[in-house]
Structure formats: C-alpha cells, structure tokens
C-alpha cells in the first residue's frame, strides 16, 4: 500500500457512490416521479385558441430607403416589437372589455373592471410567426368557451385600438410639426427679407470706394462704445473725490475697457506720448496698490506706514486718473479727424431695415455678410421641406384601419385540450425524479463524513491499511446464513473475500506484534467477522492461534466457531478453572477458542481490568504463535483501552462509510493515550465493480478471475 499511487476520483468512484446509495435513489425517484405523475394527472384540462393579426408595413422614407438591406431588417424587427407589446398593452385589453363579449362590461377601474383586466392580461399572450408580419394573439384558460370568446375579441379589439393609438400618437407629432413649420417659415421670411435688403445696398455701392466699405461703421461703433466705457473711469473718479480706494480690479477693467474698444487699425494711430504717459501712470499705480495691501495684512490701520502708503496710493490714483483723461481726449480727437476722411455711403434707393431688430446682431452690408446670409436662407427652407414631408407621412387621419392592420385568421374553437400527452409528461417527470435522485444521492454524500475510500484513510489517519476486504454479505440473507458467512475463508475458499482475508494474515504473519487486539469504532463494522477469518487464515498458514472471545458485553465468537459460550474468560477470572480447561478446540487445525462464560453484567469492568487474567492470556504465547483477542467497540465503551495497554498492538476495523472521520481519530488517539500501538487498519465492507482482482490489489475493488487458459 505504501508504494501504490492512488487513482483520481473518477467514474468508477462515482459508480460506486450510486451503488451505495441506490436505496435513496430509488425512494427520491419513485417519490418524485409517482408526485409528478399524480399532480399531472389531476391538474384540469387547458386549452388555448388564437387569432392572427397581419401588420402592413410603414411607408418607408427617404433615409431608410438609402439603408442596407440588413440595417432595414434590424429596424422593422425594432419597430415591430412594438405592435407585439400591443397586445398587453392597456388600451387593447381595454378595447377587449368595452366589446362585452364576456358578460355586461362594468364601470371602468371598479374592482370589477380591474380583476377582469388582471385575468385578460394573465391569459393572454402574443408572439410573432416566424419573419412574417403577423402577430399570433393566443388565449390560455381551463374554461373553452371562455377562451374562443376571448380570443375572437382580441381580432377587432386589436385594430381598432393599434390604430386609435397610431393616430393619438401622431397628432402630437403632427402638432410638434406645425410648431416647427410655423417657426422656420418664420424665420426663412426673415432671412429673405435682409438678403434683398443686402442685394440692393451692395448694387448701390459705387466701384470707387474704399477698398473697405465697412470701415466706417467699425470707427463710429468703437467712438460709441469708448465714450460708453470712459463713464466707467468717471465713476472711479467721483471714488477717489469721496476718499474712498478703487480696487485693483476695478482700475485694471477700466483701463483694458478702454484699450478694447479701439480697433487694431486705430490703436497704431493712437499710440503717442499720452499713451506712454498713461502706461507709466498705470505702472506706479499698481506697485502702490500692491504696498498698500500688503502692509494692510500686517499692520493696523493707524500705523504710520499704512498711513503713508495710503496716502501715495491716493496721489498714484488721482495721477492715473488725470492720464486716462488726456489720453481720452486726444484719442476721441483723433477718432473724430478719421471719419472725417472717410468717404460717406451713397444713399441707396432701398428701404432701411433694423436688422438687429429681426436677428439681434448689426450687420454690415458687404459680400461676405451676403454669403453667409443666402446660406442660412438655404439651409432653412431646406429644413421647411423636410418638415412638410413628414408631416405628409404621419397624416394617418386619411388612412383606414386596415391600411395598418388586418385580422385574418379569427379563433377556432379547441377541440381538445392541450396539456402534454401522456407520454410525455412520463419522461419529463422521470426526468425530474432522476434529478432529484441524483441530487438526494449527493447532498447525502456531500454531508457524510465517514471515511470513503482506503487511500483516503491513508492520508487522513497517517495510519497504514493492512487490508482490504470487500462487501460479501447480502444484507437480505437469514441470520443463520449471515452467521455462516462470517466464515467465508472456510466457507467459500477460492472467493475474493477469503484471498483477501489471506492477504492480511500474510502481512500479519510478517510482524513482530504476536498478541493482537481486535477492536473498531463502532458496532456492526464486521470486526468479529475480520478476526474469525483472520484466525482462520493464519491457521491456514501452519500457525497456532488462540482467539479470546473478550467482547463480554455482546459475545459472538462462540456461534461463528460453534463452541459452547462457556466455560470461558469469565470462570478464569473467577478461578473457577485452570487456563487449559478454558481452551475449546475448534474445527479448524491449529486454531482454538476461549469463550466469554457465563457472566453477570456487574462483573463486566472487573474481568476487563483485571492484570491477572490479561497476564495469563500473554504466558499463553508460548503454547501459540498468536493470540487474536476480541475486544467490544473503542469509541462507546472502554474496555478495549484496557486490552490496548498490555497487547502488542491493536488491529483496528473500519467499515467504508459507517463512522465519521473524527470518530476514528479520536479512538486512535485514545489508544495512543494509554500507551496502544496500533498496528494498522482492515478496511472492511468495500463495495463498488472495479478492476479484476487476480491476486493483485488495489487500493479500492477486488475481484477474483481464474487464469485463462494457454491455447
């Protein structure tokens, strides 16, 4: 075992956890499936009809006429989602109940309406045949007249409300449109009126002029607007009379006002001797400002020095305003004497127009502004023809309802119902019970934390595995049989149950450890069966073996071997008889027996306890070559503890699947306490179809094949 390299878990584990667990999975899918089979059976019979609705297609427009043809088949399957949520939609059921077909049509959003509203919508459903344009309305319901009723509704109900809809909808759009037909037009008259304004005052222009007729407008704007702004410099002024400080920020925006409003090819005229001075004045004014301010952050406002430094900015103040004076003067001088030189328009024969009143700009009539004038007209009465167009579109007033939908094919009446035929409904409720199975089986598994496999208990115990016994009792047998059969290296020789007994004798023969206790984790893991067999195959070997049938509490080795249940380990302990008239020969050479005896419960602590009689049963090892002795359970009771600290080892049983892993742990570590040696593990009850077994082991299945004969 210590050589072998374990298998991954794979499809054999896995046959091997069904064949364990094939009870469970046979209650889950017979459970399930007889569940399934009788709710199918009495579930009422439902029946469906259905109408079906033709959707014309829309008028395509110019934009998607120039799409690709798969761009315009995304784009009907977008639009015609929406005539399939129609049917679900508000307005169709309601155009459904108003038919009153079901019964009298109560007042709408009543209770009455409401429910009959909730079972329409739940009954119905709607979905499209294939690529075709046609939208399949089906009706589902336990009831048959109420579903071809409600169906053959659905038909006109659904036209009349998709084109009631379609048309409340497109007189918004509609109205939406003639707002924006209203506002270009509007605006396209205004745009003509000033091109014909700007084609005669160009025409009227003489070839001679300047080479830049709108320069005069641009001097007279500029000596407006600096006369506008020197108001500002005033106010700062009639500040500094009323001794009180401009900010920096106000002075430097009067001043970059000033400088602004002179155009490029006037602010070179107007760069003389006023100019520097103001520039110069400007520059002592800032470096005050920024003294003052400075010593206002760190000094009071009665101190010398902030008063001084207050006093300079007052005189660089009055200063810079003296010089924004002069250059003013002399620039609006100089501005007058420009305009002078200027040739005046000649006057034109066309009407004034106040084009900032039309479009909230001035305009100077030039070539270019004419351009860009006659592109705007362009662009508006383009847009006004777009709009007209569509508005020619949506006009849906003039079309008839089944210009955008027809009923073509009403409901026919179910003639059957259309719940899933019998086999059917058999092989999906199987279905469903051999999932539940499968998923009981593994659940089960999942939450079991017993011992699986023999290289597990390997890995997990740090113990080794001396051997590996498979599954060989059929759990529906008779006792008699089951007791027989605790004999299976007798009883069936050449079985691979019996091979596997003689392989653990023969890793046992090879120990040291001659005086070996039997014990395991729990009842029922075939521990007096291992030592049954075990005794037998050693026997089997040429060797003596005296097995002691110490497991007072529930005693069975008198009935595997067939012996009387006394004398036994009970008189020894009472001295009853000498050790050699305990001893019962058996039918197996070499091997012999002593039995519990007669026993009283109270006794039971005492006989186990007693070093007298385990000495005894230790000076025995000279007349044999082992003593097996039989101890009860580890983990309920104590009693093999006492065995484990005078024998030389301990042989513990486990059974695949019987007690969790740290129930085995702990008797291990128990054993370990009291000073025990175990000597290994004899996996017991190993089920599963695995590789062939000839008298080669693996770590899972056994199995026994006869040699195939040489040809």
């Given at each position: ?5 374990r ?53 395509p ?33 309601s ?47 336990g ?30 759009m ?32 003489p ?23 020197a ?10 009379e ?33 100019r ?9 004014w ?28 007052v005189?660089a103040s ?45 305009v ?22 777009d ?40 092989i999906m ?23 699986k ?21 059929d759990?529906l047998s008779?006792?008699a ?18 091979e ?18 039997i ?15 075990l ?22 080795l ?30 197996i050479?070499?091997?012999k ?23 005894k ?75 062939a ?19």
């Amino acid at each position: 075992m210590d050589g072998e390299k374990r298998r991954p878990f794979g499809l054999l584990d896995y046959w091997a956890i069904l064949k364990k667990r094939w009870m469970l999975a046979l209650l889950s899918f017979v459970s399930v499936t007889v569940t399934a089979l009788v709710y199918e059976s009495n579930r009422p019979p439902i029946y469906t009809a259905f109408v079906d609705i033709l959707i014309n297609p829309d008028p395509p427009s110019e934009q998607i006429r120039n799409l690709q043809p798969s761009q315009r088949r995304r784009l009907s399957e977008m639009n015609f989602d929406f005539y399939i949520e129609h049917a679900r939609s508000d307005a169709c059921i309601s155009a459904v109940i108003s038919q009153g077909i079901l019964g009298a049509v109560p007042p709408p959003k009543t209770p009455e309406w409401l429910n009959l509203f909730e079972t329409i919508l739940n009954s119905s459903s709607a979905t499209r045949l294939s690529e075709r344009r046609i939208i399949r309305i089906s009706v589902t319901s336990g009831n048959l007249e109420f579903a071809y009723k409600l169906a053959n509704a659905f038909g006109p109900a659904y036209v009349s409300s998709l084109y009631e809809s379609m048309v409340s909808v497109n007189k918004t759009m509609l109205q939406y449109i003639d707002n924006e037909i209203a506002n270009t037009e509007e605006e396209t008259s205004k745009y003509r009126t000033i091109v014909a304004y700007l084609e005669k005052k160009i025409g009227a222009l003489p070839s001679t002029e300047s080479p830049d007729p709108g320069m005069r407008t641009r001097i007279l704007n500029s000596r407006n607007l600096l006369r506008e702004r020197a108001l500002a410099v005033d106010a700062i002024s009639d500040t500094i009379e009323a001794g009180l400080l401009p900010s920096l920020e106000e002075m430097e925006l009067a001043v970059t006002g000033l400088f602004a409003a002179i155009p490029d090819e006037l602010s070179r005229e107007l760069s003389g001797v006023s100019r520097d001075n103001l520039e110069a004045a400007r520059g002592r004014w800032i470096e005050k400002m920024q003294r003052y301010k400075l010593l206002s952050r760190t000094m009071t406002e009665f101190h010398p020095d902030r008063a001084i430094a207050k006093h300079e900015l007052v005189s660089a103040s009055i200063e810079l305003i003296n010089a924004i004076a002069q250059w003013y003067r002399i620039a609006d001088a100089q501005i007058e004497s420009k305009l002078a030189l200027l040739p005046k328009p000649v006057e034109s024969s066309a009407p004034e127009i106040d084009i900032y009143a039309l479009i909230g700009e001035t305009v100077v009539p030039s070539q270019l502004a004419l351009s860009r004038f006659k592109a705007e007209l362009a662009i508006r009465e383009s847009l006004l023809t777009d709009l007209i167009k569509k508005k020619s579109i949506l006009n849906l007033e003039k079309m008839g309802q089944d210009q955008i939908a027809e009923w073509i094919r009403p409901a026919a009446k179910p003639t059957a119902p259309n719940n899933p035929a019998l086999h059917r409904t058999l092989i999906m409720d199987s279905l469903l019970g051999l999932t539940v199975a499968l998923a009981a089986i593994f659940i089960v598994e999942s939450l079991d934390s017993s011992i699986k496999t023999p290289g597990s208990a390997e890995s997990l115990l740090g113990k080794k595995v001396l051997g590996i016994i498979p599954c060989f009792t059929d759990p529906l047998s008779s006792q008699a049989e089951a007791t027989s059969m605790r004999m299976v290296v007798k009883i069936r020789p050449f079985s691979p149950e019996a091979e596997a007994y003689r392989s653990l004798a023969q890793k046992i023969d090879a120990q040291m450890d001659k005086f070996i206790v039997i014990t395991s984790t729990g009842p029922q893991e075939g521990k007096s069966t291992t030592i049954s067999n075990l005794s037998i195959a050693l026997a089997e070997l040429g060797r003596t073996v005296l097995v002691i049938s110490a497991n007072l509490r529930r005693p069975t080795l008198h009935k595997i071997f067939e012996v009387p249940e006394a004398p036994g380990v009970a008189e020894l302990f009472r001295e009853e008889i000498e050790f050699k008239d305990a001893v019962q020969e058996t039918s197996i050479t070499g091997l012999k027996i002593i039995s519990s005896g007669n026993l009283n419960d109270s006794s039971i602590p005492a006989i186990i306890s007693s070093p007298q009689l385990i000495a005894k049963f230790r000076d025995a090892l000279t007349d044999y070559d082992f003593i097996l002795v039989d101890v009860p359970p580890a983990a309920p009771v104590s009693d093999a503890l006492s065995f484990a600290r005078s024998a030389d080892s301990v042989l513990l049983v486990y059974m695949l699947g019987r007690a969790s892993e740290d129930s085995v742990e702990q008797v291990i570590r128990s054993i370990e306490d009291v000073g025990g040696k175990i000597l290994g593990l004899v996996m017991n009850d190993v089920r599963g179809i695995g590789h062939a077994y000839g008298y080669n082991y693996s770590d899972r299945y056994y199995h026994y094949t006869k040699e195939e004969p040489i040809i």
